[in-house]
C-alpha cells in the first residue's frame, strides 16, 4: 500500500462542535498520509442549512489548526458544489438509476407502524420505485413534491475488504430499501454527496469511524452507478464511555468536543498523542508511550488499529498532558498560561523572575495548564481562609503557636533572597523546639499558603518576603489566640 498516489479525507459538518472521534480519524488520515507521501483534503459538509453554524465551521477550522493538523487540499465546501449535485442525480434519474418519490411523511410513518407491529425490520418497501407516469402525474397534481431515490439492488451481497475489519458482507436487503439522494428541495443527501465528492476528488481511501459500515454498503453501488472506481475503505472502531455507550456532547457534555480541552489548556501535542494511542499500537510493543507524529507515521498501519471500541480515559490523557507539559520550559509555561493567570491573578505583585520561580515550583504536578493559578495563587491572596477542619486542627496546637511565634521572632535573621537559607532558618527553630516534620512545617505552611502540601517551603518564604510572611503569620488563628 499504496500503488497508486493515497488521496485521503476528512469531512466534518458544522452542525456542531470538533468531536474527539472525528480528530482521532483525522490523525490516522495524516500519519497515513505522511508514511506514504499522500496527499489529504478537507471538506466541510455544509448541505443542512437548518443546523449549519458559522462558529461550529470556524471551531473546526481553527480546531485542526491548533492541533498542527495540515491539509494539502481543502476546504471544500459541499455548499459551493450544488450544481454537480444536481447533475450527477439527474444523470441517474436518465439512465433509470434513481427515481422519484411522492410519499408523505405520513404515508412512510404509518409504514413503519405496521412493520413495528409485525415486528419487522423497518425501511422503505421501494414502493415508488416503478411508478406509471399516470401515477406521477396525479401526485404532481395534488402538489407532491417528490424526493429522489437511488435503486438499489435487490438483494445482492456487498462486499469489500475492509483495512481494519478485514472482510465485510452486507446485503442490500438489510439496508433499509431504495435511499433517499436528493430531497424535494434539491439538496442532496449525505449517502449521495460524499459519493460525488470523494468520486469526484480521487479519493483512493477512505478511514472513518465503523459507524458508517452501513453506509458504505450503501455507497459503493452509488460510486459504481455513477462510474466512478470504488475507493479502499477502514472503519475505525467509536470511541466509547466506561460505560459502553457512544461518547456524545448530548450524554456526556463538552469532553466529546476539542474546544474543551483548548479552553482548559491541554497541549495540542499530549492530545494528538493520546488520541492516536486510542486504539493503534506500536508493532513493537516497547513500554514507551510519547511519540512525535512523525515518529508515529514512520510506523503507522492500519492493521495495528483494534477492532474493539476505544475507551475515553481522562486519567491517561492527563498522564500525556503532565508529561508534555514538565517537557516545556517554564518560559513556554508562563506564556502558554498567560489567559489563565491575567483572569485570577494580579502578576503586577510579582517580578517576571518570581512568577517564574512559581511557575517551576508546580509545574511537575500540572494536569492541564488551567490548573495553574489555583496552585500559586496563595502567593497573590493575602486574606484567604483558614476554615477548613484541617487547617483549624493543625493550627490550634500548643506546638504550633509556638512554632509561628519564633518564626515571628526570627525574621530578622532570615535572608529571604535564598530559599535553602530561609528553610535551614526553619530547621534550626525546629532543632530548638525539639519539633520536625510535619509538626514543625504544617503549621507554617498554612500559615502562609492556606494549604499544608504545595510548593518548596523555603521558596515560599523567600518568594512571599519578610512583610508578608510576617502580616500572614500574624493573622494566623493560633497567634491570635
Not at 395 to 407: P, Q
Not at 434 to 461: E, Q
Amino acid at each position: 500500500m499504496p500503488e497508486k498516489e493515497l488521496r485521503v479525507r476528512i469531512a466534518p459538518s458544522p452542525t456542531g462542535s470538533l468531536h474527539l472521534g472525528t480528530v482521532r480519524t483525522a490523525l490516522y488520515n495524516y500519519v497515513l498520509v505522511k508514511k506514504h507521501k499522500g496527499k489529504f483534503i478537507l471538506r466541510i459538509e455544509d448541505t443542512d442549512a437548518a443546523r449549519n453554524k458559522g462558529e461550529y465551521t470556524k471551531e473546526i477550522l481553527d480546531g485542526f489548526k491548533w492541533l498542527g493538523i495540515e491539509f494539502d487540499e481543502g476546504p471544500y465546501y459541499q455548499s459551493e458544489r450544488l450544481d454537480l449535485y444536481k447533475k450527477l442525480a439527474q444523470k441517474l434519474l436518465d439512465e433509470g438509476k434513481a427515481y422519484h418519490c411522492f410519499c408523505t411523511q405520513q404515508e412512510l410513518e404509518d409504514l413503519r407502524k405496521v412493520q413495528r407491529t409485525a415486528r419487522m425490520p423497518e425501511k422503505y418497501d421501494n414502493r415508488h420505485r416503478n411508478l406509471t407516469e399516470e401515477e406521477k402525474k396525479k401526485f404532481l397534481d395534488e402538489g407532491r413534491k417528490p424526493v429522489l431515490r437511488f435503486k438499489l439492488p435487490d438483494n445482492q451481497d456487498i462486499k469489500w475488504h475492509d483495512g481494519i475489519r478485514g472482510d465485510i458482507c452486507i446485503n442490500t436487503n438489510d439496508l433499509g430499501g431504495d435511499l433517499v439522494i436528493m430531497r424535494a428541495d434539491g439538496i442532496p443527501l449525505y449517502n449521495f454527496a460524499v459519493v460525488v465528492d470523494d468520486g469526484d476528488m480521487g479519493i483512493t481511501l477512505i478511514l472513518r469511524g465503523d459507524d458508517h459500515l452501513h453506509n458504505t454498503a450503501k455507497q459503493i453501488p452509488i460510486y459504481e452507478a455513477l462510474g466512478y472506481k470504488v475507493p479502499d475503505f477502514a472503519h475505525a472502531p467509536l470511541i466509547f464511555t466506561h460505560d459502553k455507550e457512544k461518547l456524545s456532547k448530548r450524554k456526556h457534555g463538552d469532553i466529546a468536543n476539542i474546544d474543551k480541552y483548548q479552553k482548559e489548556g491541554y497541549l495540542p501535542e499530549a492530545l494528538k498523542n493520546y488520541l492516536v494511542h486510542m486504539s493503534w499500537t506500536k508493532p513493537d510493543k516497547s513500554e514507551e508511550e510519547v511519540f512525535s507524529l512523525d515518529e508515529i507515521a514512520s510506523v503507522f498501519d492500519l492493521d495495528r488499529i483494534s477492532k474493539n471500541p476505544a475507551v475515553y480515559d481522562l486519567i491517561k490523557l492527563n498522564w500525556f498532558n503532565n508529561h508534555y507539559i514538565k517537557e516545556k520550559s517554564t518560559e513556554e509555561i508562563l506564556e502558554l498560561s498567560k489567559r489563565f493567570l491575567g483572569k485570577d491573578l494580579d502578576l503586577s505583585k510579582y517580578s517576571k523572575d518570581k512568577i517564574l520561580l512559581m511557575i517551576d515550583a508546580v509545574k511537575a504536578g500540572l494536569n492541564k495548564l488551567d490548573e495553574l493559578p489555583g496552585l500559586i495563587k496563595f502567593f497573590f491572596d493575602d486574606k484567604f481562609e483558614f476554615d477548613s477542619e484541617e487547617n483549624q486542627k493543625i493550627l490550634s496546637s500548643d506546638s504550633s503557636k509556638k512554632v509561628l511565634e519564633k518564626i515571628l521572632a526570627s525574621l530578622d535573621l532570615m535572608n529571604f533572597n535564598d530559599p535553602k537559607e530561609c528553610k535551614k532558618t526553619v530547621d534550626v527553630i525546629g532543632k530548638e523546639l525539639g519539633l520536625k516534620g510535619k509538626d514543625l512545617y504544617w503549621p507554617l505552611r498554612v500559615a502562609l499558603s492556606g494549604s499544608n502540601k504545595g510548593p518548596d517551603l523555603g521558596l515560599i518564604i523567600s518568594l512571599l518576603g519578610k512583610d508578608k510572611v510576617k502580616a500572614r503569620i500574624q493573622r494566623a488563628p493560633s497567634v491570635l489566640v
